[in-house]
């Protein structure tokens, strides 16, 4: 094969790189000539992907209850690597902290990208979720339920995290000390995030023992995150591109439609299936781990806005309202 002009450069490329690294380019080289070819069952792990699956009871909808669950978490991995090149500037460090990234600076256009990106996510996610209105019969569900406890989709670390690297801290807290809490430390702020609520027991109004093992196992990780994004959530790099750019409209658009597929949409599909499987007309029952599904779950309770900067006073007012309506008119 003849050696190009553009194969030639490759090599130099490749040679400058692992030089630059104290690595020799022909070991490399000979590395490549001794590999066996990839197969996608290795790339993608799929053998193990599908063994992942552990039902603690033989009714066969729990492993449907499962792989749902399981896919929802891949999405917010997904919606997480987008709002971390955001909140980055596109730039992506290698594990020994070298750059590796392509921009100095945020641009709207990267930013609408990428927001389009974690939008279709969320939309993907509310739209499949008939699998857990409709997909799955009552009788088994509220048996092998009784299996899972203190365990909840309300213990996913991915979507807190997803929450806090959106906003501004202040607006992740119970509704009711937003205003004593405005000039509060992280840590402060954390002891009242609004999900707290969703798992006191209404009974006791003590949490209840879903709730602290979830903050044993991540409340670090989230105060964490949250002195890591004080400066590079969503909004506040919205906040510090130029006054033109924050007119962009699209981008706009998008910020406003993320709020609603997180904070309106996503929330309001589990309370439409929590309807079906857990009221029974007469007394509501208790969802798994003991969350006050009733209260946590509909939007309009706790009045969580990403964006509250892009919307008007009326629209924050009227928070969730329209989509219940219109759920209510399809069911």
């Known amino acids: 094969m003849e050696l190009t002009k553009d194969i030639k450069e490759k090599l130099e490329k490749l040679d400058k790189k692992y030089a630059s690294i104290g690595q020799d380019l022909p070991a490399y080289l000979d590395g490549l000539l001794y590999a066996n070819p990839l197969h996608y069952w290795d790339y993608t792990y799929v053998d193990t992907l599908l063994s992942l699956q552990h039902p ?52 709207a256009h990267f930013f609408v990208e990428r927001l389009k990106r974690i939008n279709s996510y ?29 365990s909840s989709g309300f213990q996913s670390a991915q979507y807190r995290l997803i929450e806090i690297s959106c906003s501004h801290l202040i607006n992740l807290t119970d509704k009711e000390q937003r205003e004593k809490l405005k000039d509060a430390s992280i840590e402060e702020m954390a002891h009242h995030f609004y999900w707290k609520d969703g798992a006191i027991d209404v009974k006791t109004g003590k949490k209840t023992l879903m709730l602290e093992n979830f903050e044993k196992k ?21 906040q510090q591109l130029s006054v033109e750019e924050q007119q962009n409209e699209d981008l706009i658009h998008q910020l406003r439609l993320l709020d609603l597929n997180v904070n309106v949409n996503w929330p309001l599909v589990h309370y439409k299936s929590a309807v079906r499987y857990l009221s029974s007309g007469k007394e509501d029952i208790d969802a798994t781990g003991g969350t006050n599904w009733q209260k946590y779950l509909p939007p309009r309770f706790q009045k969580r806005i990403f964006f509250p900067e892009l919307w008007t006073e009326e629209e924050m007012n009227n928070w969730g309202r329209q989509w219940v309506v219109k759920a209510l008119s399809e069911s």
Request: net charge negative.
């Open 56 to 107: 603690k009871t033989d009714f066969p909808d729990e492993q449907i209850f499962i792989i749902y669950h399981q896919i929802t978490e891949l999405y917010f991995k997904l919606a997480l690597l987008e709002v971390e090149q955001i909140s980055n500037n596109g730039k992506k460090l290698s594990d020994d902290g070298r750059d590796m990234g392509w921009n100095d600076s945020l641009s």
């Open 218 to 238: 991540y409340m670090a990780q989230f105060i964490q995150r949250a002195h890591q994004f004080r400066d590079k959530n969503l909004i506040a790099k919205y």
């Open 122 to 150: 969320f939309e993907v996610l509310t739209s499949s979720f008939g699998i857990m209105i409709n997909g799955m019969e009552k009788e088994q569900f509220l048996k092998f339920r009784m299996s899972l406890l203190p």
